[in-house]
């Protein structure tokens, strides 16, 4: 029988009191993720099917920065984005600045499943969900006391009397995505990536998360991938087609080539990288550069696993 495997990721940044007091909510959050789009591979179904919903697991809970407890921007409001893409055909749907929608990825992966285009955004992009009946939730829905806290706290800052340095901390501090890699028992791949943005950012921002190549990418030739950490960094490398590029271009091992785009790469980066990856063979591969990330797997032949800190700090 052929293997099957997902992982999973919750975001990688900066660690922080908040994290470290919900260590063991992150965990669960995690393992509920992996195991929703497992029970799908393990019933035969897509890798498409399988990071949707695991996604989704995410999307709905508030500790991760999508959906629900999703960051909120300048204007104290939730804007979206989200990516889809299939590694059998090469096809991809995403949505950015997205409001009330309450599972973004879905909506992506009905923008690939159902229109002609890949990429909508905004208004059009709402109108299209209100039109095929996507669930939708008022502003309250998405708004949790520890982001309202998070934003009331950036806004002080920066618009106190040391504006360009307040600015600087605060972005410095928070930045979240979550995602999924998976390959079912047809030997198909699929990456999903969804956001709530930044803390504090301008109305209008497109995230990483809504560019297939950069959040989120899946290639059967090659391998599926999911990026997460410092959105701009991530857009500036391209992060998700260059870990397949290498890995074909190279002809490397998925494993060597995440090793080689993290090293050599991104060894100059001036910001948090981190992406989660997964090939034709089961392998599965996670990278990252930052104090933490909330990552996980499960596959034919290993068992479930999650964790937050760097190797050597889950080890102790």
């Known amino acids: 029988m052929n293997k099957i495997a997902i992982a999973v990721h919750g975001g990688a940044g900066p660690d922080s009191e908040h994290i ?11 393992e509920e993720a992996i195991s929703k789009g497992y029970k799908i591979l393990e019933k035969g179904g897509s890798a498409v099917e399988a ?14 920065n999508a959906g629900k407890g999703s960051a909120l921007n300048s204007k104290a409001e939730v804007e979206m984005c989200s990516s889809i893409m299939s590694g059998k055909d090469l096809n991809s749907g995403a949505v950015a600045t997205v ?30 969900a209100e039109e095929i ?26 618009h106190g009397k040391q504006q360009p340095k307040a600015r600087a901390e605060v ?42 190549g950069i959040g989120s990418y899946a290639n059967n030739q090659t391998c599926a991938v999911s990026s997460t950490g410092e959105g701009e960094v991530i857009i500036q490398r391209v992060t998700a087609f260059q870990v397949s590029a290498i890995m074909e271009y190279m002809n490397l091992s998925l494993q060597d080539a995440s090793s080689y785009f993290m090293e050599e790469k991104c060894k100059d980066a001036k910001g948090d990288i981190g992406f989660i990856a997964v090939d034709t063979e089961g392998n599965v591969s996670i990278e990252f550069n930052s104090e933490r990330m909330h990552r996980g797997y499960k596959t034919s032949d290993k068992e479930m696993w999650v964790g937050i800190y760097p190797p050597e700090a889950e080890a102790e």
């Open 99 to 128: 409001k009330n929608v309450k599972n973004p990825v879905s909506l992506a992966k009905a923008v690939m499943e159902e229109t002609k285009h890949i990429f909508l955004g905004g208004r059009g992009a709402m109108s299209f």
């Open 51 to 64: 990071v949707e919903a695991a996604v989704k697991s995410l999307e709905d809970n508030p500790l991760f």
């Open 133 to 158: 009946n996507i669930p939708m939730e008022p502003d309250s829905y998405f708004i949790t006391e520890y982001q309202y806290e998070t934003y009331e706290k950036a806004r002080k800052e920066a």
């Open 20 to 30: 470290k007091s919900n260590i063991e909510g992150y965990k669960k959050g995690l």
């Open 171 to 212: 972005n410095e501090k928070m930045h979240g995505t979550v995602g999924a890699v998976a390959l079912d028992r047809n030997g198909n791949l699929a990456a999903a990536t969804s956001t709530g943005g930044t803390e504090y950012c301008k109305e209008g921002r497109v995230a990483d998360s809504a560019m297939t």
